[in-house]
């Protein structure tokens, strides 16, 4: 049911950018990419979303290649408390029928 | 202060049982939902109440049975639990229905084994 691939892990050092990427290839022209993570053991928590343009806002960043066919989640600053799955999922806006795929389980060393 | 809660935390129970979890979020929002998270971590919904009336309802089998009785709580009743039902079920709010904000807050989760 997702329609989004991504790694199934990646490392990233602690106080470095995290970088993230997803694909999306069969995205339509009213999908949004949205981004949660799930941390061990809680519930799932908004990231940021967004439709073609670049977002920011105060947890990380949203880069939508210009094809709309891939993105790329960064959090600039990874801290330890960042470890957690990662989903991005497309979806009609307003749409609240979330499926969630496997997700990017995201390690930050120390 | 919890602002979407969950209780219990864990459920263990036998098979054809009947249980309740329970959801409370004192955000003020509209609308909740229940989702399941299986064993290969997909997150599915399975309902969403809109000001306590049922908005969506997947395939979910019928002795899946929410009930609201009021807009900050949402509860979910099991009838004759099987196995396959062990999961763990996370209840979510959001402002509105056709909402201008997109977050939804999820609660900490209901693990649900069956034996």
């Known amino acids: 049911d997702a329609k989004t691939t991504q790694p199934t892990s990646m490392d990233c050092a602690e106080g470095r950018a995290a970088n993230l990427p997803c694909n999306h290839s069969t995205i339509s022209g009213n999908e949004y990419v949205y981004w949660y993570r799930q941390i061990h053991s809680q519930g799932p928590q908004y990231i940021i979303h967004g439709l073609k343009n670049n977002e920011t806002n105060e947890m990380a960043s949203l880069i939508i290649t210009e094809d709309r066919k891939s993105s790329t989640l960064i959090l600039p600053h990874a801290t330890l408390r960042d470890t957690a799955v990662y989903y991005c999922i497309v979806r009609v806006r307003g749409d609240d029928k979330i499926i969630f795929g496997k997700g990017t389980r995201l390690h930050i060393l120390p | 202060d919890t602002a979407v809660s969950q209780t219990p935390k864990y459920l263990v129970t036998q098979m054809g049982n009947d249980k309740s979890i329970k959801c409370e979020q004192n955000l003020g929002h509209d609308t909740m939902y229940w989702y399941k998270q299986d064993s290969k971590k997909f997150l599915k919904i399975m309902f969403s109440y809109n000001n306590k009336e049922l908005i969506i309802n997947e395939t979910v089998p019928n002795r899946f049975s929410p009930k609201s009785p009021d807009k900050a709580h949402l509860n979910l009743h099991i009838n004759s639990l099987e196995l396959g039902d062990s999961a763990v079920y996370f209840c979510?709010?959001?402002?509105?229905?056709?909402?201008?904000?997109?977050?939804?807050?999820f609660g900490p989760g209901t693990r649900l084994t069956v034996l």
């Open positions: 979510a709010s959001s402002q509105h229905w056709v909402r201008e904000t997109d977050t939804q807050y």
